[in-house]
């Protein structure tokens, strides 16, 4: 069983950055694909970002490319989103999520595990 807890949600102006935390318990952590997802209000969730187990591969939604950033720490049983350039439409609960595949899958559905969320709202 994985716990992931996120954190480093809040408000921020259009333009700011945020860097979102998520920190998992459990001892196979280092095994876990790992991945964010976002749902705004009304909508459905949708994938953001993911990194393999290795951390040698990542994968971005468009919308995000070029201005977030998915990272890990295996050490800390950690991974992170740094982002930057943000925007109005980045509003959202941002969760993550781990894969006991390993892998880094933009589906829902290959996540074990997600965490309860933290919200984002960024104003124009």
């Known amino acids: 069983q994985v716990q992931l807890v996120e954190s480093g949600g809040g408000l921020v102006q259009a333009g700011g950055s945020l860097r979102l935390s998520c920190a998992a318990s459990?001892?196979?952590?280092?095994?876990?694909?790992m991945g964010w997802f976002r749902q705004a209000a009304g909508k459905e969730r949708e994938f953001v970002a993911a990194?393999?187990?290795?951390?040698?591969?990542?994968y971005y939604v468009d919308s995000v490319e070029g201005r977030f950033t998915i990272s890990r720490d295996n050490a800390k049983n950690t991974v992170y989103l740094q982002m930057n350039s943000l925007k109005p439409d980045d509003t959202a609960v941002y969760y993550c999520?781990?894969?006991?595949?390993?892998?880094?899958?933009?589906?829902?559905?290959?996540?074990?595990?997600w965490g309860q969320g933290t919200q984002v709202t960024v104003s124009s």
């Open positions: 999520a781990a894969d006991r595949g390993g892998l880094a899958s933009a589906r829902p559905n290959d996540y074990d595990y």
């Open positions: 459990g001892r196979t952590f280092s095994r876990y694909g």
């Open positions: 990194i393999s187990w290795t951390g040698g591969y990542t």
